[in-house]
């Protein structure tokens, strides 16, 4: 039998351990990545839209922010589609097997408000990362980081306070986005009421002391 020296068992456990680890939480290490660069986009686009430098990363980094930030009106404007519409125009089946003189969409759903990312094909288009979540609303998907088809068909009423906070930063994400226009809201969402409630707080806590606004860190 071969023998080989303590030193490099040592070492092959070790290298196994760490691999079986990564795997083992490799969930983890994505959603933390995806919050990671949710967030510095975030602060870009807040930087872009309103030409201001006031807030640091390190606000955005920290979660110290409105995770709400942006979305502060109601848009009842909007044209509305059925969750069937939502899939059948916005789903990244239709928009790979479209001819290339056809019109091509990729569309998603969070808490109801429709957002074209046909310019993210990096990341929504076939064999991309998140293609999985066009044409469905991923409320759930993305306030929990998961990307199954059990959680893209779960209900919001499942989410706790701290995962419907992770939901509002990434409406803010595709809201403030500059690629990413908002384009409609399912018709009878559940999840409308909600919205505006949360919008109607906002509102108001502006109107009454300028609460709704980040205290300014400066670093």
């Known amino acids: 039998m071969v023998s080989f020296p303590g030193w490099l068992v040592w070492a092959l456990v070790g290298v196994a351990t760490a691999t079986a680890a990564v795997h083992f939480n490799q969930d983890s290490i994505n959603m933390f990545f995806m919050r990671l660069f949710r967030d510095i986009g975030r602060h870009k686009a807040y930087k872009r839209r309103y030409g201001s430098n006031e807030y640091a990363l390190t606000t955005f980094l920290l979660q110290q922010e409105d995770p709400l930030l942006g979305v502060d009106e109601r848009e009842d404007h909007l044209p509305t589609y059925t969750v069937d519409e939502l899939w059948e125009i916005g789903n990244v089946e239709e928009f790979e097997d479209a001819e290339e003189d056809e019109p091509r969409k990729l569309l998603l759903s969070i808490f109801g408000r429709i957002y074209d990312v046909t310019k993210g094909t990096k990341f929504y288009g076939p064999d991309s990362s998140y293609s999985m979540f066009c044409g469905r609303d991923v409320t759930y998907a993305l306030s929990t980081g998961c990307k199954t088809e059990k959680c893209l068909a779960s209900n919001v009423d499942e989410l706790s306070d701290k995962q419907l906070d992770e939901g509002k930063r990434w409406l803010s994400f595709f809201q403030l986005h ?21 919008i109607d707080e906002i509102v108001a806590n502006k109107d009454k002391e300028g609460a709704g606004q980040m205290p300014p860190l400066n670093f």
Do not use: A, F, R, T
Request: charged residues 25%; glycine residues 4%.
């Open 178 to 198: 500059d690629k990413y226009p908002l384009v409609g809201k399912l018709d009878n969402s559940p999840m409308e009421s909600m919205m505006n409630q949360w």
